[in-house]
Every structure is written in structure tokens, then in C-alpha cells.
């Protein structure tokens, strides 16, 4: 499986943008880039996927290079509510794969 | 439409009791999966479906068993309890296996004493 690496917390204040960057330097052709945030007591939830380039949606953006060996999550105008654990998945290039692998994710914390 | 239901979602056990964790879909999701969350931590993969009548063994394996009958169930069973395993277990499906969306259901903390 195509391991992640990202930094194990953040700190920003409301109303900035806060960029995670996630390091996959084994992505496979195939690979998906998947985030995930998961709130205290609660089930992670999905929030943004991406194969290249850039993808944008009404709660992030995902910006990916062209080698695809990192990628950024990118949270605009954070509020306190985005204080959460964010989790970058990338598939293992298989299309049948099953095992969908969790890293230890960013914890990130929002102040006012 | 409920999404992923786990029961129950709070549960205290004794040491070797035994006891199952259900989970079900209504979404026919053909894949569903059990993970672990120990405090501060990330999840674990236990054990995974990816349809009726096949499931396959996660990262963390030992200690559990599962079964999956119907689409939509796929209970957790703990055959023999251990502290160790005091934890957050949650369930998630998806339509499909590999990189699909996973949905997660609300959590079992369990505690084993």
C-alpha cells in the first residue's frame, strides 16, 4: 500500500486558510488521493478526492502536482468547526483493492 | 434512508466475556468494514467485506471474528475479551471496494475491565 505521511498537527486562527500537505512518494498510476475528517466521537467523513491537478468542492480544495507525490488539502476561511483529525488516504493502485488503510491523520486546531 | 447503524454504542465487558458488535447498511453497499480506534489514535483495519459470503482479514485481525450473511449486515464478534481491546470500533461501508467513498456509522466504545 502506498503509504502517506502528514504532520501530526496544525494550529491556525479563525478565518484563515489552512493548507495540510500530505507526502505519497510511492503512488501508484492508478491511486486516488482521499481525504477524510473526523470530528471527536464521531465516524471520519469523507471530503475531497482527487487524481491530479486540482479539485475544488463547497467544503475544500485539493491541489496535486504534477508528479502526484504530495498533495494539499486546502480549508478556506477556517471556522472554529474545522477543528477536526484530517485523514489523506491513497489507494494501492489495484482497483480491486479492499484494504482501505488509515494513517494517524492531522490533528488540527482552530482558535478564535 | 439511516445510512450505517451500529448497536450497541456504549458497552462494558468482563475479561473473557464474549459479545457481538452489529452493524448494517441500508445503502446495498457491497463493501463493509470494522476498524479500531484507540484514544488519540488513527484507525486500524480489522477486518473487511467486499460482498455476501466473503470477507478477508484487516491489520489487526486476532480476537475477532466476522461473517457476512446478508448485504447488509456485518457483525464483529469478540470471541474472548481482552482489555486490549477497549477501543472505539466503527463500521463503514462503500459500493464498491478499492477507492470508493466510505460512509461510517456513529461508533461502539467499548471498555473491557
Known amino acids: 500500500l502506498a503509504k502517506t505521511t502528514q504532520p501530526i498537527s496544525m494550529d491556525s486562527y479563525e478565518g484563515q486558510e489552512v493548507n495540510i500537505t500530505c507526502s505519497h512518494n510511492?503512488?501508484?498510476?492508478?491511486?486516488?488521493i482521499t481525504w477524510y475528517q473526523q470530528f471527536p466521537s464521531q465516524g471520519p467523513r469523507f471530503i475531497i478526492q482527487?487524481?491530479?491537478t486540482k479539485v475544488t468542492n463547497e467544503v475544500a480544495s485539493l491541489f496535486i502536482p504534477a508528479d502526484r507525490k504530495s498533495s494539499t488539502l486546502s480549508l478556506p476561511r477556517v471556522s472554529l468547526s474545522d477543528t477536526a483529525v484530517y485523514y489523506c488516504?491513497?489507494?494501492?493502485?489495484?482497483?480491486?483493492?479492499?484494504?482501505?488503510?488509515f494513517g494517524s491523520g492531522t490533528r488540527l486546531s482552530i482558535r478564535p | 434512508n439511516a445510512g450505517v447503524t451500529q448497536t450497541p454504542k456504549f458497552q462494558v465487558l468482563k475479561t473473557g466475556q464474549s459479545m457481538t458488535l452489529q452493524c448494517a447498511q441500508d445503502?446495498?453497499?457491497?463493501?463493509m468494514s470494522w476498524y479500531r480506534q484507540d484514544p488519540g489514535m488513527g484507525l486500524r483495519l480489522i477486518h473487511y467485506s467486499v460482498g455476501a459470503g466473503i470477507t478477508d482479514q484487516g491489520e489487526v485481525p486476532n480476537g475477532y471474528n466476522v461473517s457476512r450473511s446478508t448485504t447488509e449486515d456485518f457483525p464483529l464478534r469478540l470471541l474472548s475479551a481482552a482489555p486490549s481491546q477497549t477501543s472505539v470500533y466503527f463500521c463503514a461501508s462503500s459500493f464498491g471496494r478499492g477507492q470508493e467513498k466510505l460512509f461510517f456509522g456513529s461508533g461502539t466504545q467499548l471498555s473491557v475491565l
Open positions: 445503502m446495498n453497499h457491497e463493501y
Open positions: 482527487g487524481y491530479k
Open positions: 488516504l491513497v489507494g494501492d493502485g489495484d482497483s480491486s483493492a479492499s484494504k482501505i488503510i
Open positions: 510511492n503512488i501508484a498510476t492508478n491511486d486516488y
